[in-house]
């Protein structure tokens, strides 16, 4: 009876094969050309092989044999049972996706034939701890190693140029990593939440760090960015909670914001010397010419905190987290105040804005929850959703007439507390009139006759 139904499996297996499809030991092949083809799964088939499986460098079927020269996408995705692959060296290409969420593979071995890997090859292989790469690649497609949670130690490729997006992403264990000489490129996210890494040399060929590089990357306490590097994202080092020290070379022309937003140990920024675009000063990094703030250290701002009469731009997040922060004064300087820039500024009890200020992005002031009062000042063009959600004890606001005829802002999600705040709109010709907190959940109620 066993051999019967694996004879019937086997058939229904065969009937979803398309032309030029065939399958050897547990393996579909496709026929690419006269003498090529490349290897995956058969999708239809639940079938799956386990252990050691050994691709085999050629095959053949009908009377022709065929050479192996391609891993197709998805080729093995959710093996769950293979713990080793052996690659011949006959494959030249390896398609996305191709051994992701295999979830019991341990050891891999690109080898050296390998010229082209797609993104997310081993995306989810979260018991791999052996892999080998050829050292020809230039490149490493974003996702490879993505979730790969065992992964302890990597040897890049001495050839390597770019690390790509989530290269990394969430390998929580990885301890060693040796960046090559060469590389010039980190992606965005490319070490996200690599939280085991203690070190982290960076070599002086870099010229660009990515968005949220090494977000949360608590393990390191020192980075000294290397001369050369030009460009360095949007809270590159957000949420290294382990760092105390940061040098940025003089080389560095742009900085993104919120560098290192959430590092409440880093206590010390060093701007070399000769940099011309950035400075730091009294914790705070901003434009040379100190018209713009794009970060600030936790650790360092404390108290009453007033920002500098020649300031022009807040940066998103440039202040997100600052807990030490009581008292916040925005001069008339200021027109552009990016999203979350104070969020989670908890301990602000009092928050003054001069005549000046024309946007204030989503949720710049969220989070503020010790603060009572608030007056929005005219100048006021644009604001964002949720500018003061979380501000559970603000009990009084005041805001010029023409933002509440926006509804997608001016509504209960732009401020907290809905149940015990009052609203004062103010009216171009000096009066105003009152709406409670609730009523902002009805916007029909907006405009009471006057």
Same mark, same amino acid.
């Given at each position: 009876m066993g051999v019967i139904i694996s004879a019937l499996a086997?058939?229904?297996c065969a009937n979803t094969l398309q032309d030029g499809e065939f399958m050897h030991k547990g393996m579909k092949f496709t026929i690419t050309s006269d003498s090529t083809v490349m290897v995956g799964k058969n999708r239809d088939s639940k079938a799956q092989l386990k252990g050691r499986v050994e691709i085999?460098?050629?095959?053949?079927?009908?009377?022709?044999?065929?050479?192996?020269?391609?891993?197709?996408?998805?080729?093995?995705?959710?093996?769950k049972k293979v713990t080793e692959f052996i690659?011949?060296?006959?494959?030249?290409?390896?398609?996305?996706?191709?051994?992701?969420?295999?979830?019991?593979l341990k050891r891999i071995t690109i080898p050296e034939s390998v010229t082209s890997m797609g993104y997310a090859v081993f995306d989810g292989c979260e018991s791999l701890v052996d892999v080998t790469l050829p050292d020809t690649f230039t490149n490493l497609p974003s996702r490879t190693f993505n979730?790969?949670?065992?992964?302890?130690?990597? @040897?890049?490729?001495? +050839?390597?140029?770019?690390? +790509?997006? @989530?290269?990394?992403?969430n390998c929580k264990r990885l301890r060693v990593l040796d960046i090559p000489d060469g590389v010039s490129s980190v992606g965005n996210y490319a070490f996200d939440c690599c939280e085991s890494l203690t070190t982290l040399p960076? &070599?002086?060929?870099?010229?660009?760090?990515?968005?949220?590089?090494?977000?949360?990357?608590?393990? %390191?306490?020192?980075? @000294? %960015?290397?001369?050369?590097? %030009?460009?360095?994202?949007?809270?590159?080092?957000?949420?290294?909670?382990?760092?105390?020290?940061?040098?940025?070379?003089?080389?560095v022309d742009s900085l993104g914001s919120g560098l290192f937003a959430g590092c409440r140990n880093l206590t010390e920024v060093v701007v070399a010397a000769g940099n011309k675009k950035f400075t730091c000063n009294g914790g705070v990094v901003m434009s040379a010419d100190r018209t713009s703030i794009l970060a600030s250290l936790s650790s360092v701002v404390k108290g009453q905190y007033?920002?500098?009469?020649?300031?022009?731009?807040?940066? &998103?997040?440039?202040?997100?987290?600052?807990?030490?922060?009581?008292?916040?004064?925005?001069?008339?300087?200021? @027109?552009?105040?990016?999203?979350?820039?104070?969020?989670?500024?908890?301990?602000?009890?009092?928050?003054?804005?001069?005549e000046g200020v024309k946007e204030i992005g989503q949720a710049a002031f969220s989070g503020l929850s010790l603060l009572t009062s608030v007056s929005l000042p005219s100048s006021v063009e644009k604001i964002g959703q949720f500018v003061f959600g979380d501000c559970r004890h603000l009990t009084t606001a005041s805001v010029p007439e023409h933002i509440t005829t926006d509804p997608w802002t001016f509504n209960d999600q732009l401020f907290d507390n809905l149940d015990n705040l009052v609203v004062s709109v103010r009216h171009p010709d000096g009066t105003?009139?009152?709406?409670k907190g609730d009523e902002l959940i009805n916007l029909n109620k907006l405009y009471p006759e006057r």
């Open positions: 086997l058939n229904a085999p460098a050629s095959v053949t079927h009908k009377g022709i044999t065929y050479k192996v020269t391609k891993i197709d996408g998805w080729g093995f995705f959710g093996w690659i011949p060296s006959t494959v030249s290409e390896i398609d996305i996706w191709a051994f992701s969420n295999c979830t019991s979730k790969c949670i065992s992964l302890t130690e990597v @040897r890049l490729p001495s +050839e390597l140029k770019t690390i +790509e997006d @989530r290269a990394f992403d960076l &070599p002086s060929s870099l010229q660009h760090v990515g968005a949220y590089a090494f977000n949360c990357c608590n393990g %390191l306490t020192s980075i @000294r %960015l290397p001369e050369g590097l %030009l460009t360095v994202g949007s809270q590159a080092f957000n949420y290294c909670t382990g760092l105390t020290s940061l040098t940025i070379p003089a080389s007033e920002v500098p009469p020649t300031v022009v731009e807040i940066a &998103p997040y440039a202040f997100y987290d600052c807990k030490g922060i009581t008292g916040l004064a925005i001069p008339a300087s200021v @027109r552009t105040i990016g999203q979350k820039a104070f969020l989670n500024c908890s301990a602000v009890e009092s928050l003054e804005f001069a105003s009139h009152a709406i």
